[in-house]
Every structure is written in structure tokens, then in C-alpha cells.
């Protein structure tokens, strides 16, 4: 079990829509992915979506939006509902869910458990369950082959509690506080979701302080430095480096009091003190270009903070992504950073894809076709599987750049991005 309590809304999907509830239907009417933005932002600890389709057309629909959301979200995202095979677990990790959750009211999902937790991992596959009999009956099951249940019928939360020796994650109706509370305080149980979270989405920074002062462990962000370590100028403000957490892009400079400091720490959300307007503002408040705080360092004087950020839109007032693009001076260099050296060929590749340009090999590749390309990219893999063999390192390089190179073409033509590929990596 996690060493702290999660706080994890979720959302009905229903003919691509999000909607109240597992029996209700009616539209919520805000977009599924813009409220999985929100739920996000208020510094939910992650996310289920149940896809309640009846049908495999509206299955495939629903898939689009949860992949759609995966792309999006930075918090794990776990998929369940309308699973049937091993084939419909296998889409929702690939559409980028975190875990699946098979629904142990359906007998054939019980059985599937074993086979899709040996393919994809046990730390892959949850349970749904409706009461503490699924639990009983299948226990060394899912011991074995599953990383925790969630029960999704609040009439058998005591006796699931009491009959579980699994951590439990409990679908809640709106109730009051005391009992999220009291709920969180058992050991066994480690979070809570359904309607009662999604109510209460964005007072969670207080419902996880409220915690906190209940002797519960839930996620915050607790700072190694405190304000009073730092050293600040004379008007008691410290310079922040703001860098993108994917590129490491410098995006713009600004600067913190104490009051921004502990505002970014508890919210999760970079602010800021204006030394112009002389007052303190959220980045991001007015134009939606918020920033997701991902790591706060201080450098080695403990004067200057560096902060990792997911960034919203563009950071520059401009309309630029990085505040820094007024050149003054260019030495021609020769680029080594792998991540900027695979996208710059990447781009290169897909802009022939565009413009094509007579003469070029990338062009004849996408003339050619797809089989054309696999081809190529078959043949590359044989070689560097020969020049493996081969005691000159500099033979296995260049077979390997090649491959790279094909393997670029085939993402090109079948719309995958480097940032898809490292997400994925990222999660193994």
C-alpha cells in the first residue's frame, strides 16, 4: 500500500460524454478531458474513468477520449468498464491508463485475471468489486495477481474493510467530511473516489490539511527548505529560473516572498511576486497559461530557486513559449542533447512529409509506402544485429543511427511523436 491516503476523482464516460453516474446518464455537460484538466489542477492524486459504453462502437469511442485524456493528464489514470478480453486491457494501457480495473461482478473477468496481469504485470491490474465476498472468494487470486480493489457499492464499505487485507479504494456518494475522514483513518483503505471526491474537488487542498492534522499521511508538498533558510535581497524577494521539466527550456524569470513561496508549495501551482504591480499573482490566473510545479531547487547560496514546471500555453505575455527568443549572439555548434537531436530529425522528417523535396530518400520512403518502410526498417535490424557481432564498436553506431533513422519514418507516418514514445518508457 502507498504510503499516503489519494484523493482520486473519477469520471462516467457515456457516448463520449461524461456523465453523473454508473446508472445516471444525464450529461454533465463540461468536456471529459477539460474535467480531467480540473480535477488535475486541484491536486487530485490521480484519476479512474469508467467507461460505461454498451456496445463495442461505443466502446472504440470512448477509448479516444480516455486516450485522449492519458495524453493530457501528469497524474496516473486508471481505466475500467467494458472489458471483456485480454485485447480491451491491452487498449487501455496502450491508450496510456496507468492500471486497468476488471470487474469482478463479471465471472470471465475473474478468470482473465491471471493471464493479462502475467502479460502486462501485476502492478498494471486492480480489481472492481461490488462486495467483500469478491474479495473472500478470490483472494489468493488476487494477492498474486493484482495491486489493490476498488469498491464501487458504498452499501459494503464496513464489512469490505473488515473482510480485506488488500488496500482498498472506496467509491463514494456525497457524504460529510467526518465520514471521508473516518473512512481514510482505517488502515486498510488507501483513497477514496466516486461523487463525494468529485464535489469536493477543489477544496482538496483543504480536505488533505484537514487530514494532516488527523494524523493522516496524504500527498503535499512538504519543502526540505524552509523561507527562513533562504537568502532573499534586501526587499525580501528571491529570483526563480522557470525551465520546462520535459526539455529542461529556460522559459522565464520572475521572483518570490514568502507569501508566493508557500502559496506555489501548497497549491502546486507557480506563484508569484510582482515587483511592478507589487502584489502577489498565480501565473497563468488571467490566461490559463498556468504552471504545474514538478521540482523547486535552490542552488548552492540558497539565493536563486530553479523550478521545473509543466507549462500551460505559452509563458511569455508575447505568445511565446519561453520568454528568452531575442537572439544577440550565435556560435554555430554542433547539437548533442539526444531529446533535441531526435525531434530535430524527427521534424526534419516530417516537414518532407509536407514539402516534399525532389530527390530526397525520406520522400521516396513515403512514396514507396508503409510496406516499403517496414521493409527498410527490417533490414536495418538485421544489420545491426550482424554488426553486433562485429568487434568494432563503430559498425554497431552507425547500423543503430540507421535503424533510428527508419524507425523516425515509420513514426512520421503513423503520427507518433518522440514525447508518446519517452511517456511511454517512462512508465516500465
Not at 504510503?3 to 455537460?29: M, Q, W
Not at 522559459?251 to 515587483?275: F, N, P, Q
Not at 512529409?353 to 538485421?382: M, R
Request: net charge negative; charged share 25%.
Amino acid at each position: 500500500m502507498s504510503d499516503y491516503k489519494k484523493f482520486i476523482p473519477c469520471i462516467y464516460l457515456f457516448n463520449k460524454e461524461a456523465v453523473a453516474g454508473f446508472s445516471d446518464h444525464t450529461s454533465v455537460r463540461t468536456d471529459a478531458a477539460e474535467l480531467a484538466a480540473f480535477y488535475e489542477e486541484y491536486d487530485a492524486d490521480g484519476l479512474i474513468l469508467f467507461d460505461l459504453s454498451e456496445d463495442d462502437a461505443s466502446h472504440e469511442a470512448n477509448l479516444d477520449v480516455i486516450r485522449m485524456i492519458c495524453r493530457q493528464s501528469h497524474i496516473p489514470v486508471i481505466g475500467a468498464g467494458n472489458i471483456k478480453r485480454m485485447e480491451d486491457v491491452k487498449k487501455l494501457l496502450y491508450a496510456g491508463c496507468a492500471k486497468a480495473a476488471l470487474n469482478y461482478s463479471k465471472e470471465s473477468n475473474v478468470a482473465l485475471t491471471r493471464e493479462v496481469s502475467l502479460k502486462f504485470g501485476r502492478e498494471k491490474i486492480m480489481a472492481c468489486v461490488s462486495g467483500c465476498s469478491q474479495i473472500v472468494e478470490n483472494e489468493a487470486l488476487l494477492d498474486e495477481y493484482a495491486d489493490g480493489v476498488i469498491l464501487i457499492n458504498e452499501k459494503n464499505i464496513k464489512q469490505t474493510i473488515q473482510a480485506s487485507r488488500f488496500p482498498v479504494s472506496v467509491v463514494l456518494p456525497e457524504v460529510s467530511l467526518d465520514k471521508i475522514i473516518e473512512l481514510l483513518s482505517c488502515e486498510n483503505i488507501a483513497g477514496v473516489t466516486g461523487p463525494a471526491i468529485n464535489a469536493n474537488a477543489r477544496e482538496l487542498a483543504d480536505i488533505k490539511d484537514l487530514c494532516l492534522g488527523n494524523g493522516i499521511k496524504v500527498r503535499v508538498f512538504e519543502p526540505a527548505v524552509k523561507w527562513d533558510e533562504l537568502t532573499t535581497g534586501p526587499d525580501g524577494l528571491i529570483p526563480v529560473v522557470v525551465q520546462d521539466y520535459r526539455t529542461c527550456q529556460v522559459l522565464m524569470v520572475a521572483y518570490m516572498d514568502e507569501k508566493a513561496y508557500l502559496h506555489t508549495l501548497r497549491s502546486g501551482r507557480m506563484t508569484y511576486y510582482s515587483r511592478s504591480r507589487r502584489q502577489q499573482w498565480i501565473k497563468g490566473e488571467s490566461s490559463g497559461h498556468f504552471q504545474y510545479v514538478k521540482e523547486l531547487t535552490a542552488d548552492c547560496d540558497k539565493d536563486t530557486l530553479l523550478a521545473k514546471v509543466l507549462q500551460v500555453g505559452a509563458a511569455c505575455h508575447t505568445g511565446s513559449y519561453s520568454c528568452f527568443f531575442n537572439e544577440i549572439l550565435k556560435k554555430e555548434y554542433e547539437e548533442r542533447n539526444p531529446l533535441m537531436v531526435f525531434e530535430s530529425v524527427l521534424g526534419t522528417i516530417r516537414d518532407r512529409k509536407v514539402h516534399p523535396k525532389e530527390g530526397s530518400y525520406t520522400n521516396y520512403l513515403f512514396d514507396k509506402g508503409i510496406d516499403k518502410i517496414l521493409k527498410k526498417l527490417g533490414e536495418e535490424a538485421t544489420e545491426i544485429v550482424i554488426a553486433a557481432k562485429n568487434p568494432n564498436a563503430n559498425e554497431i553506431k552507425y547500423e543503430i543511427a540507421d535503424f533510428l533513422y527508419h524507425m523516425m519514418v515509420l513514426m512520421v507516418e503513423r503520427g507518433v511523436s518522440w514525447e508518446e514514445i519517452t511517456e511511454e518508457l517512462s512508465k516500465r
